[in-house]
């Protein structure tokens, strides 16, 4: 699920082809269209036993020098594509969850929602904010089978953009995923630091 349904098709290709991925674009700032996907999904898979939230957007960090040099509507933007966009999902997923018993809840932010990187103050803000409302959602789910656990990524995926920053490939990190669905559902959160 993603704004930009070419890149979708690209990613699903060969795996949609042998029906066991399909694509559903969405924007996470138009809840309507957002929920309208997930249900879609559901209908097509027979239900969404995981849901793992990425937001990944576009902000600007040349504006911001100090965490007092952000904006109100910067910090906005950020809370709409990271918080609410993530409260959207959960709340189009988490029914057909209580219903069944199970399901896994998953919610990434980079680790500055832990340890604040002034140049990005306005992202760092609405990421802390999702973990908080995860590590929450983990609680208020503690004696159901559904786990719900926030990922703090401290590396690039890849290619570093930042001169230096520390680099690993996805599938170093796609174990930290796989463990909370499987091993690890006690756990809140984990941080991947390479």
Do not use: C
Not at 63 to 90: C, D, K, N, R, W
Request: hydrophobic fraction near 45%.
């Amino acid at each position: 699920m993603a704004r930009n349904r070419a890149k979708l098709d690209e990613l699903t290709g060969k795996p949609a082809a042998d029906g066991i991925a399909a694509a559903f674009p969405a924007d996470v700032l138009d809840r309507d269209a957002l929920t309208r996907a997930l249900t879609d999904a559901a209908a097509h898979f027979g239900g969404i036993d995981v849901l793992e939230y990425s937001p990944v957007g576009g902000f600007d960090a040349t504006v911001l020098t100090t965490p007092s040099a952000t904006e109100p509507a910067q910090v906005q933007h950020e809370m709409e594509f990271q918080l609410y966009g993530a409260i959207a999902a959960t709340r189009a997923v988490l029914p057909a969850m209580r219903e069944a018993g199970t399901g896994t809840l998953l919610y990434t932010t980079g680790a500055g929602s832990i340890d604040p990187v002034p140049e990005v103050g306005n992202v760092n803000a609405a990421a802390a904010a999702l973990r908080n409302w995860a590590i929450n959602l983990h609680k208020e789910l503690a004696d159901s089978d559904i786990q719900a656990a926030h990922i703090g990524i401290d590396v690039s995926i890849g290619t570093s953009v930042i001169p230096g920053f520390p680099t690993a490939e996805a599938e170093e990190i796609s174990p930290v995923y796989w463990e909370l669905h499987t091993t690890h559902r006690e756990q809140a959160e984990r941080v991947f630091s390479g």
